[in-house]
Structure formats: structure tokens, C-alpha cells
């Protein structure tokens, strides 16, 4: 009998194992047929069984280093694959391979996280059925659409983009209501023509129902699916599936689809580029727009990022010539921009109404539109009633006993809870720490504001929205509806209501308190704000005819601010170019490439301790010599979480691959580092990092 079985084959696969276990590369397998590369497997590990890829062998691949003919002895067989599932492409696995380098996160640990769940639990039957069902996935079907005549502007920059070669990257720099989406709708219409797939990211997942509408509207015959946790495992799975069959055109997604299997991918929309959520911050903490660059030149695919307010990033390589711009100044049917006033909150009395949070200048604005049935949209970027809960008597206040935070008062449930840890509890009747009875809210978030501004306009129809408002799934598409139908006349929220949204009702966007961002420590903080802020006043003014009544009321300590000067003047390329001088005169991205080390500890000294023995070993392997900096471990901002002490490291070069040549001889030393300090609990490394 044995004699009959073929020999076996060794296979490299890439395996499910938890970042601590420090295996970066891909383990050897047996396996008594051959199985192509990016087969889905079950092998096993230890004592477990864990899912894997089949991965593609390369050069200094560990098989090379199998020594004699035969697999050694101790290599264990492959015990199932997903035989009915065709093999991953080539390039899905190369961008993975690409990810998990550059973040420095293992080979295994990328390529199944990016993989739907439900699919590292099916055995190859259970699966076949589910390709069974994928043939009821249909095109939505409806009317042939309507294409509207193309502005100027958005032929210009089509015709661009049409002579740009494949794989390049254009930078699509595009006002608010400038009509980005018609752009990238028709690129889609190119990219299918031509046989090939479109991927479209959008940061934030309440964008995407929107987004899907006006997809599915222009392109009744075409799959669209999309790609987002706010899927169900099934549903998740189902789309996932669709992309990788080629059966689905259209992947609409947030950043986890940039990892979608594609197999002719032809364009990669990435619409508000400069959106932070595009960052992951947790596990791999990868950029789905790099990613999106990375891939689009890896499989030929056309690249075209699109913003009102680029990142200082993407202008920079735009202004190397390295990025095809392309510009979109003006408002699709002559809209214009609103006008952006001043409320100087220095020269509001103390003792005006509603607690200074309302200027009277505010106030008769809103009444203004109330008078005239238009909407208002007032922002504040703070959800809750009151950030802190103070007693009067002894000053005691609302801190979280595991964290160094307050706990925020909400008071539609009267509860205080922890935005970092989640405790929550019931609001105290009286001080916990001398019993007496007048504990107040200082400052305040959306849900006071609501309150606030309910008292300052009687009879107006105030809604909010946030994420304590959109909590449950479907919420926020009826509030959305309902504001679209003119049933809202202020509508109250965090920056969720500020990004993307179509509202032509809007007449007055109002930013209650955004000073604190000009002062913040990190330095992209003003970037951030300014992004937010042109982005909230994209919002007024969509419809042509109310554009001219339209205006953004700034309520600021600091008018003068260079920032808001720009703001005034929507003009975004005076404040990338000043943005960009200082960046450079102070050497920071982009003109340097940083990397932020974490640890957390049992105390701060156990995470500092560590991180300067890391940055010891950073030392020793030359990190001065190559131009590196470390700068001194410190705490992070909110130091304690959930009883855990989080300290942090920056690490800076002043080119990418300095900076990756120290990480990966480092990324070794860490894992053997881990094993000497005891009380230490995790630590992560941030390629890249947004947040400082
Ligand atoms: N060529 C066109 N003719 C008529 N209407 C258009 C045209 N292009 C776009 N529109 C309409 O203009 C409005 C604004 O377009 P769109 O939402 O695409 O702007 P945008 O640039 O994506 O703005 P934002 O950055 O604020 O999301 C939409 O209602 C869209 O249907
Ligand atoms: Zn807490």
C-alpha cells in the first residue's frame, strides 16, 4: 500500500497564529497533492487547528531551507482544503505579503484577519453550498440611467485621467459639491467596459448606503456589493465571495475592502482620502489608502484619490509630480461656497444666555433659517451631556476609577460612563465623597447642546445625531431621511453629520467649540480640524439657490488664527502650503517617516523600562548611524486604561527605508525583549502612525 502513495509535496502556509508568537514567515506543511498557492487550508499548530494560505513560494522562502530530498520527519500534513474555493490570486497574496511587512505584523496574522470570518469556519461541503447560493445574487436591475451633461471641470479632469497610465495615481482635489462622485462614476463605467472591476472606498460606513443608492442607480445591470463590518458574518462572506468569482463589478467598501480578492481589478476609488479612518488602529495598523496606491501599481489598476482637503501627504507627492493632480474648484450648477463668519466669543458677554454655548450672534442666525424653513447644522465634536460631573461643595468629580479620564454624564439614561473602558454607572444622587446633593455638568457635549438649543428656539424641530443616536442598525438612515425630507430644522451632531452628505436644505453650519484643536500637542490636530471644518461647511449651500444665503458661523477664542484665515477664504492650497513650510522646517511627515512603539504595563515604569531597553537594542543595531532617531519613552495621552498604564515611543527617520530596515532587524529583538520584563502585557508597533 505505501508504496502506491505518492510522495508527499511540502507546502508553505501562511497560518492563523497570534502576533505574540513572533512567527513572521509562512510554516511547512505536507501535503499528498499538490495544492496551488493561494489555496485556503486547515493545518494545524500546537495543539490546535488553524486556518492558513497556501503561500506562493518566493526567493529566501524558508522551504528552500529544508534540508535533503524529502520533507523532513516532523513537517505535519495539511488536514483540509477549501478544494472548491478557487486559489487566492497571485497578487492578493503579494499585497498581503506587502502588508505585513511594511507594518511589521506576521505573514499568517494579515492574511487571514483580511479574509471574511465565516470562511475559516466552513469545511470545503459547507462551503460549496454557499457558492451554490451566490448564483441568487442579481444586479439590482431598474431604469437606464440618466447621465447628466459633465461641467467643465469634470470633463477636464476625466479627460486626465483617461490619458494617465495604468497603475498611476491621480490625486482628484475636488470642492465640496463639486460633483467628485459623477467623476468616479464615470471611471467605474471605463473600468467595466474595459472588462475589469472597480473597487470604491469610502472612510466611514454610513457612507456607504448612500453611496450604494447612487451606484446601484447608475449601473442597474452591474453586481455591486460592499464591504463593511456593519455586515452580517453570512452577508459578509456572500459579497466577499462575489468579488473574488468576478462575479460583482463594483466593490463598495470602508478600508477593510481594500484587501477584497479581485481578480481584474482595473480602478481604485478612494474618496476622502484624507479621512483617518482609513487608518486601522488595531492589529495591523495599515493604511488602506497606501495600501490602495500600493496595489493599484502592483496590479495595473488606475488610482485616483479624491478630496476637497487632501493630507499633507498626498499633496506632497502631488507637488513632486509624483501624483497627477487634478482640480475641481467650482460648484456643480454655480453653487457657491458659503460665506464663513466670525463669532468672537471674547466680546460675548459672560452672562448671556445658555451658558455662553450659544452666542446671541448664533441664535439669531438659526432663527433666521427657522423664519425662513431652511436647515440649520450645528457641530460640536462631543458626544454625551457634559464631559465631567462636578460636586461644588468639594470639588470632587466624575473620574473613572480604572482609567485616567472622566467619565462622561449622559443623560438621557443617567448614567456616567467611560469612553475608553466602557464603566458605566448610574449618575450618584449626591457627592460619593461628602454627600452633598448639587453635583453639576461642566461643559457640555451634543446631547446639552440639543437641550440648549431646544430652549433657545421654541417650537424648532431639533434632532441629534451621534453615535449614541445611531447606536442601533437602521437609526441613523431614518434620521438621515428625515432631515432629507425637511422634517429637522437644526440638526445637532459630532462629525459624523459633517462628512459627505448630501443635504440641500442646509443653509447655516455652525461650529459651537473648535478652538481646542489649534492647541492640541499633536501635530496634525490643525490638519484634522481644517479638513473637519471645510468638510462641515461643504455641507451649506449644495442646493444653487439657496447657496447665496448660505454661511458658517465660527464661534473661536482666536479669529485671528491663521487657520480660520484660510477657512474664510476656503482656501485650502494657503493652508497646505503653510502646513507644509512648517512640516518641513521642523523635519516632520511628511518630510519624516515615524514609527510610535507601545507597550502597556502593570505601571507606567514597567512600559517605560521596556521601551528603553527597545530603544537600547534600536541602538545597538546602529539606529544613530543610520539617521534614526528615538525620542524618550512618555506616557500616552491617557496614560491609564482599564487599569493598564500605556506608555510610548516615537521613532523617526528621515526616509521610508531607513526606517524600515531598523523595524525589521528590530521586530525580532522586541519579541526576545518581551520575555525579560515580566509585568509587561502587550506592545505594538504603529508604522505610520495619525495619532501622536
Ligand atoms: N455634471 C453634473 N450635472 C448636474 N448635477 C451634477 C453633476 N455632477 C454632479 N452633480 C450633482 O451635484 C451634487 C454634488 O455632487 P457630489 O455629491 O458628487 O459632490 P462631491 O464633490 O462628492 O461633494 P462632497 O465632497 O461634498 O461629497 C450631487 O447632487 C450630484 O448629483
Ligand atoms: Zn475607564
Known amino acids: 500500500m505505501s508504496e502506491l502513495t505518492p510522495p508527499a509535496t511540502v507546502v508553505s502556509v501562511a497560518v492563523d497564529a497570534p502576533q505574540h508568537s513572533a512567527l513572521r514567515s ?16 486547515h493545518v494545524p499548530l500546537g495543539k490546535r487547528t488553524v486556518c492558513g494560505v497556501v503561500w506562493p513560494a518566493a526567493a529566501g522562502d524558508p522551504l528552500g531551507s529544508v534540508p ?120 467605474v463605467a471605463r473600468s ?19 453611496l450604494e443608492a447612487r451606484f446601484a442607480e447608475r449601473f442597474p445591470d452591474r453586481l455591486i456589493v460592499s464591504l463593511h463590518s456593519g455586515l452580517t458574518p453570512a452577508q459578509r462572506l456572500r459579497h466577499w465571495l462575489a468579488a473574488h468569482l468576478g462575479q460583482a463589478d463594483i466593490v463598495l467598501g470602508t478600508r477593510m475592502a481594500v484587501f477584497a480578492s479581485l481578480p481584474r481589478l482595473g480602478l481604485i476609488v478612494v474618496d476622502e482620502e484624507h479621512d483617518p479612518s482609513y487608518k486601522s488602529q488595531e492589529g495591523a495598523r495599515y493604511s488602506a489608502r497606501d495600501l490602495a496606491v500600493y496595489r493599484g501599481k502592483l496590479e495595473g489598476a488606475q488610482v485616483v484619490l479624491g478630496s476637497a482637503t487632501p493630507s499633507m501627504e498626498s499633496w506632497q507627492q502631488a507637488e513632486r509630480g509624483r501624483y497627477l493632480r487634478l482640480s475641481m474648484p467650482a460648484r456643480v450648477g454655480g453653487g457657491v461656497l458659503p460665506q464663513v463668519r466670525f463669532v468672537d466669543m471674547n466680546h460675548v458677554p459672560k452672562d448671556a444666555a445658555y451658558n455662553a454655548a450659544l452666542s446671541p450672534a448664533l441664535v439669531a442666525a438659526l432663527q433666521r433659517r427657522l423664519e425662513r424653513g431652511e436647515q440649520s447644522l450645528v457641530l460640536l465634536n462631543r458626544r454625551g451631556y457634559s464631559p465631567v460631573l462636578q460636586c461644588l461643595e468639594c470639588g ?61 428656539l421654541p417650537g424648532a424641530r431639533v434632532a441629534r445625531i451621534d453615535a449614541d443616536t445611531t447606536r442601533l442598525k437602521g437609526t441613523l438612515e431614518t434620521q438621515l431621511a428625515s432631515v432629507h425630507a425637511g422634517e429637522v430644522d437644526v440638526l445637532v451632531g459630532t462629525q459624523m453629520v459633517a462628512k459627505g452628505h448630501d443635504f440641500r436644505r442646509v443653509t447655516l ?25 471645510m468638510q462641515a461647511a461643504g455641507r451649506a449651500g449644495r442646493d444653487a439657490e439657496q447657496a447665496a444665503r448660505s454661511e458658517m458661523l465660527v464661534q473661536t477664542w482666536h479669529p485671528t488664527h491663521p487657520l480660520y484665515a484660510a477657512l474664510r477664504g476656503h482656501d485650502y492650497t494657503a ?91 528590530w521586530m525580532p529583538q522586541l519579541h526576545a525583549l518581551r520575555a525579560e520584563h515580566k509585568g509587561l502585557l502587550r506592545w505594538a508597533i504603529d508604522v505610520d502612525p495619525l495619532a501622536i
Open 26 to 41: 509562512a510554516l511547512s506543511y505536507t501535503s499528498d497533492r499538490p495544492l496551488p498557492a493561494g489555496t485556503v487550508v
Open 68 to 187: 535533503g530530498d524529502g520533507p523532513p520527519l516532523e513537517l505535519r500534513p495539511v488536514e483540509a482544503a477549501l478544494s472548491s474555493l478557487a486559489p487566492l490570486p497571485h497578487e492578493w497574496c503579494k499585497l498581503v505579503q506587502f502588508a505585513a511587512n511594511y507594518y511589521q505584523r506576521s505573514l499568517g496574522e494579515v492574511a487571514l484577519s483580511v479574509l471574511p470570518p465565516e470562511l475559516r469556519k466552513l469545511n470545503d461541503t459547507q462551503l460549496a453550498q454557499r457558492l451554490k447560493k451566490l448564483q441568487k445574487l442579481a444586479p439590482a436591475g431598474g431604469p437606464a440611467p440618466v447621465l447628466p451633461e459633465l461641467t467643465p471641470e469634470q470633463t477636464q479632469a476625466l479627460e486626465g485621467l483617461a490619458a494617465a497610465d495604468a497603475g498611476s495615481v491621480a490625486l482628484l482635489h475636488g470642492s465640496t459639491g463639486s460633483g467628485k462622485t459623477e467623476v468616479y462614476q464615470r471611471l
Open 192 to 210: 467595466l467596459d474595459a472588462g475589469r472591476q472597480a473597487l470604491v472606498l469610502v472612510p466611514e460606513i454610513n457612507l456607504t448606503p448612500q
Open 396 to 456: 470632587w468629580k466624575s473620574g473613572c476609577p480604572h482609567c485616567s479620564a472622566w467619565r462622561v454624564f449622559h443623560r438621557v439614561d443617567r448614567t456616567l460612563r467611560c469612553h475608553h473602558c466602557g464603566y458605566t454607572e448610574r449618575v450618584p444622587r449626591a457627592c460619593p465623597d461628602c454627600g452633598n446633593a448639587d453635583i453639576q455638568p461642566v461643559g457640555r457635549g451634543t446631547e446639552r447642546l440639543e437641550e440648549q438649543l431646544e430652549h433657545a
Open 509 to 533: 453650519v455652525a461650529a459651537v467649540n473648535p478652538d481646542a484643536a489649534l492647541f492640541s500637542s499633536d501635530f496634525r490636530a490643525g490638519e484634522r480640524l481644517f479638513a473637519l471644518l
Open 575 to 665: 493652508f497646505a502650503a503653510s502646513t507644509l513650510a512648517e512640516r518641513e522646517m521642523a523635519a516632520m511627515p511628511p518630510f519624516a517617516h515615524q514609527a510610535l512603539l507601545r507597550a502597556e504595563g502593570r505601571t507606567q515604569e514597567i512600559a517605560q523600562d521596556w521601551l528603553a531597553a527597545a530603544a537600547g537594542a534600536a541602538e545597538a543595531l546602529g539606529a544613530a548611524d543610520a539617521g534614526v532617531t528615538l525620542y524618550p519613552p512618555v506616557p500616552m495621552a491617557v496614560a491609564r486604561v482599564a487599569n493598564v498604564e500605556r506608555a510610548q515611543m516615537l521613532v523617526e527617520s528621515p526616509t521610508r527605508p531607513g526606517l524600515q530596515r531598523l523595524l525589521a532587524q
